[in-house]
């Protein structure tokens, strides 16, 4: 299996070079050269898999260039009742993914058992233990430098926290995040873990990001990596889900193995739901693909008329989903490749545009037909929305979900298929965002007993300006 460019770079890759690197030298996002097809066979066959011999499966049909012993290795090694311990009371943490019946035929795919209790934990573990697999067989080592304003940066910390060959320096705006996000990164003690509080806010922190990524010697020197949301790894991690869920919600129906699915996902950088689209086109039968929004509808807004408009920083609004506060979905142009025909030369066309902070517009075009053949819905959910399904859903089922899945849930309300299961993903639980939990409930969420206290914990943290020469000498003295 080979991966190229959506934007055409000519040399097909393999999945170990991809994985170390982020975008394609043109630009582009990697994917692979066709998507490997899953038969009924085979979903008749998995059907009863545990967690981590799925993803093996999944796995296999993405990844040649490691050994399929090593692969098995890794993906028993990321998939662990130990490391998914933070589900919810009577759930089985040899799961991974619990799935949780609302109401006859909708469900929720509880994807946030992990150790920072968001999904990103699903792809980063696995990343974790790709990237020390792989740097390990080169004899290579790598700086990962990131920003972060909550969620990725302790996703990234906590997958590469003593890992071999990995250092990670995350940059996050000093005081703005909530006190129990920054015990999560701060408390981290291992020595591969860099802290740094940059006296800005999140946008300078990514400025800083950029501009030691764009000085090419220092990059070069300091073999510096990203984990960001566009690499390629993170989306086949997440495909893995979309199976785990369709099985979970037909079992046990007549005709399993006839049924089709829908999902609804809370989407912001189009990661997660991409890979449901992938899932799709491997042969999973979901009928629907559910994109759920905030305020921030710049993708609702796509799969409703045709026009992608991202917008400017001033034009993004701070919402109680916060991790949908998105401007522009950095995995767009993956789906907007095949919706082309994969010709790199229209994705290039198109994100001229974008790259230069326009926008595209396919009414009128023969793609805006072949959209509808993709599968997919969309929706957007507001806070007065997100108050009153956190609300609803607490008070038929006692299960308190947190402020994105609740938009997923009152999106995923208004496209249901007679007949066809919908699964909301859950992305992250109810505790991470207390305050709004707060306000819709009047009582706190409550936590993991583990985590008890970790606001009292030592913190390791460098309060820096937000000066990337600073940051860049610290980098070097480091190394
Ligand atoms: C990252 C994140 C999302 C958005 O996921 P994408 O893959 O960027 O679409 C949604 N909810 C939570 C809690 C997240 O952390």
């Not at 967690?51 to 490691?66: G, N, R, S």
């Amino acid at each position: 299996m080979k991966y190229i460019s959506t934007r055409g770079h000519a040399v097909p890759q393999a999945f170990c070079d991809i994985l170390l690197g982020g975008l394609a030298p043109d630009g582009g996002l990697y994917l692979p050269e066709s998507y490997p097809q899953v038969s009924a066979a085979e979903l008749a066959e998995w059907r009863e898999l545990p967690y981590p011999a799925l993803a093996l499966k999944i796995l296999q049909k993405f990844v040649d260039d490691i050994p399929a012993c090593d692969l098995k290795t890794l993906a028993d090694r990321t998939y662990t009742a130990q490391t998914y311990k933070h589900c919810r009371p009577g759930r089985d943490a040899n799961d991974i993914t619990p799935l949780t019946q609302l109401a006859p035929g909708f469900h929720l795919l509880e994807l946030s058992n992990g150790p920072t209790l968001a999904f990103k934990d699903m792809a980063m573990q696995l990343l974790g233990n790709l990237f020390e697999y792989v740097l390990a067989r080169r004899g290579e080592t790598i700086n990962i430098l990131g920003a972060t304003s909550g969620d990725t940066g302790s996703a990234a910390e906590y997958a590469m926290r003593g890992k071999k060959g990995v250092r990670v320096f995350m940059l996050s705006p000093h005081g703005l995040m909530s006190p129990f996000q920054r015990a999560q990164m701060y408390s981290l003690q291992d020595a591969n873990i860099v802290n740094i509080a940059i006296k800005g806010m999140f946008d300078d922190c990514q400025d800083i990001v950029k501009a030691a990524f764009n000085d090419p010697a220092f990059k070069a020197r300091y073999k510096l990596g990203a984990v960001n949301s566009i690499n390629w790894a993170r989306i086949v991690a997440q495909v893995v889900y979309y199976f785990k869920g369709y099985f979970a919600a037909t079992n046990g129906m007549k005709n399993a193995n006839d049924r089709q699915i829908a999902f609804c996902v809370p989407s912001g950088n189009f990661g997660n739901i991409c890979a449901g689209h992938i899932a799709r086109m491997m042969g999973l039968p979901i009928a629907r693909l559910v994109l759920a929004t905030n305020e921030n509808d710049v993708l609702d807004e796509f799969f409703r008329t045709g026009v992608y408009r991202p917008r400017g920083t001033a034009d993004t609004y701070v919402t109680s989903s916060p991790s949908m506060d998105i401007s522009k979905a950095s995995n767009f142009e993956r789906f907007i490749f095949d919706l082309v025909g994969r010709d790199p030369a229209v994705v290039r066309e198109l994100w001229t545009g974008v790259d230069a902070g326009g926008s595209f517009d396919l009414r009128g075009t023969p793609y805006m037909e072949k959209l509808s053949g993709f599968g997919f819905v969309s929706g957007k959910s507001t806070h007065a929305d997100r108050l009153a399904t956190i609300r609803d859903v607490w008070k038929k089922q006692q299960l308190m979900i947190d402020t994105h899945t609740a938009d997923a849930v009152k999106v995923a309300r208004e496209h249901m298929l007679a007949g066809v299961p919908m699964v909301v993903l859950e992305t992250a639980q109810p505790v991470k965002f207390a305050e709004t939990i707060q306000a819709a409930l009047g009582r706190a969420p409550g936590r993991p007993q583990e985590l008890e206290g970790i606001e009292d914990l030592p913190q390791r943290v460098i309060v820096m300006d937000a000066d990337a020469e600073g940051v860049k000498a610290l980098v070097a003295q480091t190394c």
